[in-house]
């Protein structure tokens, strides 16, 4: 069963910086085709932030995050990070990250989220 465990959020205040981590674990049978970083802000849907594909590394960001929000991996560690620079209030939200296998065109697996709050 595979798992996605993120960690690295907290309280920060607007300006400040964080690293947030996504770590892969357990018996995986397929390759990773792409990681995705998603956030979900109380009374809002969740919304794409940014992925990125394993083998080449190749980057996308929603425009509400380019210019402050790097995404990376380590394949060797099967980590995929975020980091997220010159927070605004309105970053406050859950972020999860999640799974593109290489045989399919979606996310199928996700973690349970890391809640990130940015304060005034």
């Known amino acids: 069963q595979v798992q996605l465990v993120e960690s690295g959020g907290g309280l920060v205040q607007a300006g400040g910086s964080l690293r947030l981590s996504c770590a892969v674990s357990g018996r995986r049978t397929f390759s990773i085709y792409k990681m995705g970083w998603f956030r979900q802000a109380p009374g809002k849907d969740r919304e794409f932030v940014s992925s990125?594909?394993?083998?080449?590394?190749?980057?996308n960001y929603a425009d509400s995050v380019k210019g402050r929000f790097s995404i990376s991996r380590d394949t060797a560690q099967n980590t995929v990070y975020l980091q997220v620079n010159s927070l605004k209030p309105e970053d406050t939200a859950v972020y999860s990250c999640a799974l593109q296998p290489g045989f399919v065109l979606d996310y199928r697996y996700w973690g349970q989220g890391t809640q990130l709050t940015v304060s005034s």
């Open positions: 990125i594909t394993w083998s080449a590394g190749i980057t």
